[in-house]
């Protein structure tokens, strides 16, 4: 059938591009927040101006990806109702519920305290102050909570059973805490952490390559750096037992996600394939580069399985999932991605132990620097990619095992939801530069180091040396 006139396919094209689109912004937001904690905690304990400036100047990127993120999560909920409605008649007991906790606990706390943590620094006390940070803190990552309740059931429907096409949840607190949502909240929570960590670094990075306020961003270098430390290699192992859920509860994803077509038995060895060439058609890799007992040791520790891995072949065509190529690099690229930052952190907390880290001797590491800003959008290819693993992986299924996607769709006529999709596409395309605009008119501006420091009566003021305003000696259209 004619993508064109396909409703299906069209209506997944909008899910997928909403979907897509709207991560790019929560992911700043959840992560960002932890880091504006830590730096305002700081400020509360040293008074040290810097931290103070710095959880000013962050928070204005973290307001900007606040709102592009509510403008474009508004359609892709509803199209639960539009385009998916026999799904949301099917589950609509559960995901209903859900939905409605992420928008009344998780997004109502944020957007309630988020006005007090923007404009409240002068208007209520610090303990005040930071309380409303750490609220909207907790709102953003409670809302990432019940998204990833609603999609792991998806992936691991529990709780109830499928009667007469409903699905009936005996027990929420077992549908909520299904298999996949454990290891699939710390995953994304580490995800969104990681990536605003290597964001706020890049950034740092590149003002001090630019020789702008070195020593005040070799604060946030170092802040980013001491969290990392932690944050990134724990990303790696919670990324593998997520790997390990999908081993024994979604074989076809498994398969696909390895290009995988001929089952290897247990008790023998299982190669892994670092790169190949899938070919759906013929059943089988073209190509394929690969590393001895590689998948054994990734799956089980050991040189031979205690369980089989199923091939594709032991599906159905209409039972696998499509687009096998899409999947298996996806997966690759989010695990290159996650070793590449491991890396790029291991290699900065080498020149903090030499001492090359001081602000004086970090702009001097160019190379280093350059790692950082190139490492600031890798994190977003990587969620997009493990997202699209996770989802693209589960077909044909919507609720995996129980709704196939066909019969999840709305019937609708396919011209209605090709325009619908042109539509958002036009919408999406205008709110992302105006973002990029924003975004970057916000990072060419910088700090503002004469802000006045809010003060509590008795108390002193620690003055350094960055937060002195330095005047840029630049013509004043490189300084814009």
């Known amino acids: 059938m004619d993508f064109l006139s396909n409703t299906v396919a069209l209506s997944r094209t909008q899910f997928a591009l909403t979907a897509i689109f709207h991560m790019l912004?929560?992911?700043?937001?959840?992560?960002?927040?932890?880091?504006?904690?830590?730096?305002?905690?700081?400020?509360?304990?040293?008074?040290?101006?810097?931290?103070?400036?710095?959880?000013?100047?962050?928070?204005?990127?973290?307001?900007?990806?606040?709102?592009?993120?509510v403008a474009s999560g508004l359609p892709m909920g509803f199209q639960f109702g539009t385009n998916w409605a026999p799904l949301s008649e099917a589950v609509g007991d559960f995901l209903g519920s859900i939905i409605g906790f992420e928008g009344s606990m998780a997004f109502m706390l944020e957007a309630s305290f988020l006005?007090?943590?923007?404009?409240?620094?002068?208007?209520?006390?610090?303990?005040?102050?930071?309380?409303?940070?750490?609220?909207?803190?907790?709102g953003a990552n409670l809302s990432?909570?019940?998204?990833?309740?609603?999609?792991?059931?998806?992936?691991?429907p529990a709780g109830g059973e499928m009667v007469n096409g409903k699905f009936i949840i005996y027990d929420y607190f077992q549908a909520i805490l299904n298999p996949f949502m454990f290891n699939s909240f710390l995953h994304m929570f580490f995800a969104t952490l990681e990536t605003s960590l290597f964001v706020i670094g890049g950034i740092s990075a590149w003002y001090i390559l630019n020789n702008r306020h070195p020593e005040f961003f070799s604060k946030s270098f170092k802040i980013v750096l001491a969290i990392a430390i932690f944050v990134a290699p724990l990303q790696i192992y919670i990324g593998h037992a997520s790997?390990?859920?999908?081993?024994?509860?979604?074989?076809?994803?498994?398969?696909?996600?390895?290009?995988?077509?001929?089952?290897?038995?247990?008790?023998?060895s299982a190669n892994w394939s670092v790169l190949a060439?899938?070919?759906?058609?013929?059943?089988?890799?073209?190509?394929?580069l690969s590393i001895p007992k590689g998948l054994s040791y990734i799956l089980e520790l050991k040189p031979k399985l205690s369980q089989p891995v199923l091939g594709l072949k032991e599906w159905k065509k209409e039972e696998r999932p499509p687009m096998i190529g899409l999947i298996y690099y996806s997966f690759r690229v989010m695990v290159a991605i996650g070793f590449f930052l491991v890396g790029v952190m291991g290699w900065t907390l080498i020149q903090w132990f030499r001492g090359k880290l001081a602000a004086k001797n970090l702009t001097q590491q160019k190379w280093l620097l350059r790692a950082w800003v190139l490492a600031a959008p890798l994190g977003y290819i990587a969620i997009e990619s493990g997202w699209i693993v996770r989802c693209v992986g589960r077909q044909p299924w919507t609720v995996y095992g129980q709704i196939r996607t066909v019969d999840a769709a709305?019937?609708?006529?396919?011209?209605?939801?090709?325009?619908?999709?042109?539509?958002?596409?036009?919408?999406?395309?205008?709110?992302?530069?105006?973002?990029?605009?924003?975004?970057?008119?916000?990072?060419?501006r910088g700090p503002d180091l004469t802000l006045p420091i809010p003060g509590i009566e008795g108390e002193t003021v620690i003055a350094t040396e960055s937060a002195t305003h330095i005047p840029d000696s630049r013509p004043l259209e490189a300084q814009q």
């Not at 007090?116 to 940070?133: C, D, K, N, Q």
């Not at 996600?257 to 247990?266: L, V």
């Not at 060439?277 to 394929?288: G, S």
Request: hydrophobic content about 45%; glycine content about 6%.
């Open 115 to 138: 006005g007090i943590m923007i404009f409240g620094w002068e208007r209520v006390h610090p303990a005040i102050h930071y309380l409303s940070t750490i609220l909207v803190a907790f």
């Open 243 to 268: 790997g390990d859920q999908v081993y024994r509860y979604q074989p076809t994803k498994l398969a696909a996600m390895e290009a995988q077509w001929e089952t290897i038995p247990a008790g023998e």
């Open 144 to 156: 990432t909570f019940w998204i990833l309740a609603a999609n792991s059931w998806f992936q691991t």
């Open 277 to 288: 060439i899938p070919n759906p058609k013929a059943e089988q890799n073209d190509w394929q």
């Open 410 to 444: 709305s019937h609708l006529p396919a011209s209605e939801v090709l325009a619908s999709l042109s539509a958002i596409t036009i919408l999406y395309s205008c709110l992302f530069v105006s973002a990029l605009y924003f975004a970057s008119r916000i990072i060419r």
């Open 25 to 69: 912004w929560p992911v700043l937001t959840t992560g960002m927040s932890i880091y504006l904690i830590v730096v305002e905690g700081l400020w509360l304990k040293t008074r040290n101006p810097d931290y103070y400036r710095h959880a000013r100047f962050w928070s204005k990127l973290y307001l900007l990806n606040f709102g592009i993120g």
